[in-house]
């Protein structure tokens, strides 16, 4: 007989699941994911984290439990790190952790391989059914046709993305972190699509012989396109992987709403904010990276809501500093014929330009590290942009990197998820569900990442003429014809691409 468990979620009612059912043996069939915020405990106060596993698990789930799957909105998640005993924690395990990140070229020569990388993840270009089996050769040709530009961006920030030097400075110092708070504990860094990949990361984890592992993507707010991509990659490999089956682990999906978090951007903002001359009269414009804009209308994807949420704390805690000052929020970095996020930054400074705004404060609130879209989406070209339309001061929040408030509250994150982790079940690997831990958008996961199914398409309503539907169903013809196009140049070794030295002549 089958029981219920019911899953609260604080989410807006579009991001609400049903109520998940469990099985005889404790077993959700939509995602195999507890998200638990044990509000009596001692332990954690209000810590929220997801303890995943694939398959069945050995221990039944008491389905009397209420399973919390997000704090109160506008509630800030406190570390309760300092009342939980660290010994009896680790014990003698060996802890790990994994950080996930997007990864960048560290030389001019790395840029062209990178994006085909980038653009070779379904995740980044979402192809029909039919079209499948041309995901990397459109790869290939979208990253040779796009290095040239690409490469003058990466010289202009020194010639390659400081991604991956900052990213392991912060493993270096959470590192320390953690075993200043008594949790000695080796952390890897796991990029998407470049050095070092997350497989070698999981390489260099079993060679250690790491028993327990915390799954930390890098991406404060969860999107699919960015946790979920790298999430889903590690759910491959730990499906074909014996030693990994049976190794511990959780993940924490987003922690854009804890409490350092938001301490430690309300702290760079008001720096920055004493820079300018009248502070009470910059404008605090909030610069998140886009997502198209049917992940969130129609797949689910929290991205937009955790955003607007993580803006929502960090101007309540400026709050209460005394700081007031106007704010808003736009999306940057949209590419290809679809619709994104709005609104979109670059018409967002023309519109302030257009409005009399004087004094501009940007603040990378998606990026915890420098690289391309912040040294120079937004310190060059969006500045340019912002002068041409009349901003006469400017200035831009550097992001977190190792600040250490910010690293001592990862820390904290840490430790506050190892009693949730949980074991994977050795049998039935084919059955696995995914790894992707959100509870608000479980069962659409479950399904995209298990059958692959396709994500909703941008638009809906086929129309002809100069309208947003026309030009996207344009794109997608012209898509096409690039396709049949790149194909018949392949087969035959001739073309325009051979001629023009984009393809290597036969």
């Given at each position: 007989?089958?029981?219920?468990?019911?899953?609260?979620?604080?989410?807006?009612?579009?991001?609400l699941?049903?109520r998940?059912?469990?099985?005889?043996?404790?077993?959700?069939?939509?995602?195999?994911?507890?998200?638990?915020?044990?509000?009596?405990?001692?332990?954690?106060?209000?810590?929220?984290?997801?303890?995943?596993?694939?398959?069945?698990?050995?221990?039944?789930?008491?389905?009397?439990?209420?399973?919390k799957?997000?704090?109160q909105?506008?509630?800030?998640?406190?570390?309760g790190?300092?009342?939980?005993?660290?010994?009896?924690?680790?014990?003698?395990?060996?802890?790990?952790?994994?950080?996930?990140?997007?990864?960048?070229?560290?030389?001019?020569?790395?840029?062209?391989?990178?994006?085909?990388?980038?653009?070779?993840?379904?995740d980044?270009?979402?192809?029909?059914?039919?079209?499948?089996?041309?995901?990397?050769?459109?790869?290939?040709?979208?990253?040779?046709?796009?290095?040239?530009?690409?490469?003058?961006?990466?010289?202009?920030?020194?010639?390659?993305?400081?991604?991956?030097?900052?990213?392991?400075?912060?493993?270096?110092?959470?590192?320390?972190?953690?075993?200043?708070?008594?949790?000695?504990?080796?952390v890897?860094v796991?990029?998407?699509y470049?050095?070092?990949?997350?497989?070698?990361?999981?390489?260099?984890?079993?060679?250690?012989?790491?028993?327990?592992?915390?799954?930390?993507?890098?991406?404060?707010?969860?999107?699919?396109?960015?946790?979920?991509?790298?999430?889903?990659l590690?759910?491959?490999i730990?499906?074909e992987?014996?030693?990994?089956?049976?190794?511990?682990?959780?993940?924490?999906?987003?922690?854009?709403?804890?409490?350092?978090?938001?301490?430690?951007?309300?702290?760079?903002?008001?720096?920055?904010?004493e820079?300018?001359?009248?502070?009470?009269?910059?404008?605090?414009?909030?610069?998140a990276?886009?997502?198209?804009?049917a992940?969130?209308?129609?797949?689910?994807?929290?991205?937009?809501?955790?955003?607007?949420?993580c803006?929502?704390?960090?101007?309540?805690?400026?709050?209460?500093?005394?700081?007031?000052?106007?704010?808003?929020?736009?999306?940057?970095?949209?590419?290809?014929?679809?619709?994104?996020?709005r609104?979109?930054?670059?018409?967002?400074?023309?519109e302030?330009?257009?409005?009399?705004?004087?004094?501009?404060?940007?603040?990378?609130?998606s990026f915890?590290?420098?690289?391309?879209?912040?040294?120079?989406?937004?310190?060059?070209?969006?500045?340019?942009?912002?002068?041409?339309?009349?901003?006469?001061?400017?200035?831009?929040?550097?992001?977190?990197?190792?600040?250490?408030?910010?690293?001592?509250?990862?820390?904290?994150?840490?430790?506050?998820?190892?009693?949730?982790?949980?074991?994977?079940?050795?049998?039935?690997?084919?059955?696995?569900?995914?790894?992707?831990?959100?509870?608000?958008?479980?069962?659409?996961?479950?399904?995209?990442?298990?059958?692959?199914?396709?994500?909703?398409?941008?638009?809906?309503?086929?129309?002809?003429?100069?309208?947003?539907?026309?030009?996207?169903?344009?794109?997608?013809?012209?898509?096409?014809?690039?396709?049949?196009?790149?194909?018949?140049?392949?087969?035959?070794?001739?073309?325009f691409?051979?001629?023009?030295?984009?393809?290597?002549?036969?």
């Amino acid at each position: 007989m089958n029981q219920s468990m019911n899953i609260r979620i604080q989410a807006p009612p579009s991001l609400l699941p049903p109520r998940a059912k469990l099985s005889s043996q404790g077993t959700c069939p939509c995602i195999r994911v507890q998200m638990e915020a044990f509000a009596n405990s001692n332990l954690l106060k209000t810590a929220l984290v997801a303890r995943c596993s694939f398959g069945l698990s050995s221990t039944p789930i008491n389905a009397d439990r209420t399973l919390k799957c997000s704090a109160q909105l506008g509630a800030l998640v406190t570390s309760g790190s300092q009342d939980v005993t660290t010994n009896a924690l680790v014990g003698n395990e060996k802890i790990g952790v994994l950080l996930l990140n997007l990864g960048g070229p560290e030389t001019l020569d790395d840029v062209q391989p990178f994006l085909f990388n980038l653009f070779a993840d379904p995740d980044i270009i979402r192809l029909p059914r039919l079209f499948r089996f041309l995901q990397k050769p459109l790869a290939q040709f979208i990253s040779v046709a796009r290095a040239p530009k690409s490469k003058e961006g990466y010289a202009s920030i020194g010639g390659g993305s400081p991604l991956r030097r900052i990213t392991d400075d912060q493993a270096e110092d959470l590192r320390k972190s953690l075993c200043s708070k008594n949790v000695p504990a080796k952390v890897y860094v796991g990029m998407r699509y470049w050095h070092p990949f997350t497989e070698e990361a999981i390489e260099q984890i079993k060679r250690d012989g790491i028993t327990k592992l915390v799954v930390l993507p890098l991406y404060p707010q969860f999107s699919i396109s960015t946790s979920g991509s790298s999430l889903r990659l590690l759910e491959a490999i730990f499906r074909e992987d014996e030693y990994l089956v049976n190794m511990q682990h959780t993940v924490i999906p987003s922690w854009y709403q804890r409490e350092g978090y938001i301490k430690a951007m309300a702290n760079l903002i008001e720096k920055e904010l004493e820079k300018f001359r009248s502070p009470k009269e910059v404008m605090i414009f909030f610069s998140a990276h886009g997502v198209p804009l049917a992940y969130v209308e129609e797949a689910g994807d929290p991205y937009k809501a955790e955003m607007e949420e993580c803006v929502d704390l960090i101007m309540e805690d400026l709050e209460k500093r005394k700081i007031n000052n106007s704010y808003t929020l736009a999306y940057q970095s949209r590419v290809g014929p679809v619709e994104w996020l709005r609104p979109y930054t670059d018409e967002t400074i023309i519109e302030l330009g257009r409005k009399g705004v004087k004094s501009l404060l940007a603040v990378p609130i998606s990026f915890v590290s420098e690289h391309i879209e912040t040294l120079e989406e937004i310190d060059v070209e969006y500045k340019e942009l912002a002068l041409e339309s009349g901003i006469k001061n400017w200035g831009r929040v550097p992001a977190l990197g190792c600040e250490p408030t910010f690293i001592s509250d990862l820390a904290d994150a840490v430790i506050d998820s190892l009693p949730y982790v949980g074991a994977m079940a050795v049998s039935n690997l084919e059955a696995r569900q995914s790894l992707v831990p959100l509870g608000s958008v479980e069962e659409l996961l479950a399904a995209y990442d298990s059958q692959r199914r396709e994500l909703p398409p941008p638009v809906v309503v086929w129309e002809w003429g100069w309208t947003k539907s026309a030009e996207t169903w344009n794109g997608r013809v012209a898509m096409l014809a690039v396709f049949f196009v790149l194909l018949l140049e392949l087969a035959t070794g001739k073309g325009f691409l051979h001629q023009w030295g984009i393809l290597p002549l036969a």
